[in-house]
C-alpha cells in the first residue's frame, strides 16, 4: 500500500472539517495502524492546525491505540490465529522481527513507529515475551519521542515553504 493515497485521502478529510472535529480527527487517524502519526502530524500542520494540539492530539491517539493492542492481544492473538492459522508472517512484521532480535524492546520501541508501525513493533514484542507494562512504557517513549521529531520537522517544513 502506497502512502502517498493515504496523504491526499487525510488531507482532503481534514480540509472539509472545521473546528473540533479536526482535531476528533487528528486523533482517529493517528490511533490507526499505518496511518499513525507519521501521516496525519504532518498533514495536519501542513494544513495549518496549531502544531502544539496536534501533537497532542495526535500522540494521544497513537498511544491510546497501542495500550487497547496491549490490553486485549491475547484475545486478538486466538482470534487471528483461528482465522487465518498458520499464514506466512506479512514482511512489516517480520521487519519488526528483525529489530526484536537485534534490538530488543528499546530498539523496537524507538525504530519501530517508522520501520514497521507502532503496533506491529508492540505486538512483536508481546509475542516475544515481554510484559505488557514495559511494552506500554517503551512504547509511550518512542511514541513520544517521533511526536516531538514529526512535529518539530513538520513546523520547519512549512516555515521553510511558507505554506502556512
Known amino acids: 500500500m502506497s502512502v502517498t493515497p493515504l496523504l491526499v485521502d487525510v488531507g482532503t478529510v481534514l480540509e472539509e472539517t472545521t473546528g473540533l472535529v ?37 500522540f494521544a491517539g497513537n498511544v491510546g491505540s497501542v495500550y487497547a493492542l496491549i490490553v486485549s492481544y491475547r484475545r486478538l492473538l486466538e482470534w487471528w490465529r483461528g482465522y487465518a492459522g498458520d499464514d506466512e508472517p506479512s514482511d512489516r512484521y517480520a521487519r519488526a522481527r528483525r529489530l526484536w532480535d537485534r534490538y530488543g524492546l528499546p530498539g523496537v520501541s524507538i525504530a519501530g513507529p517508522v520501520m514497521a508501525g507502532v503496533h506491529v513493533a508492540a505486538l512483536v514484542a508481546l509475542l516475544a515475551g515481554s510484559r505488557g507494562r514495559l511494552v506500554a512504557g517503551w512504547m509511550t517513549l518512542g511514541i513520544a519521542v517521533w511526536t516531538v521529531l514529526l512535529t518539530v520537522a513538520s513546523v520547519a517544513g512549512v516555515s521553510l515553504l511558507g505554506i502556512a
Open 22 to 58: 479536526r482535531y476528533a480527527l487528528v486523533f482517529l487517524f493517528a490511533a490507526i495502524p499505518v496511518i499513525e502519526i507519521l501521516v496525519v502530524i504532518p498533514v495536519a500542520v501542513g494544513l495549518g492546525l496549531n502544531p502544539v494540539t496536534t501533537a497532542v492530539v495526535a
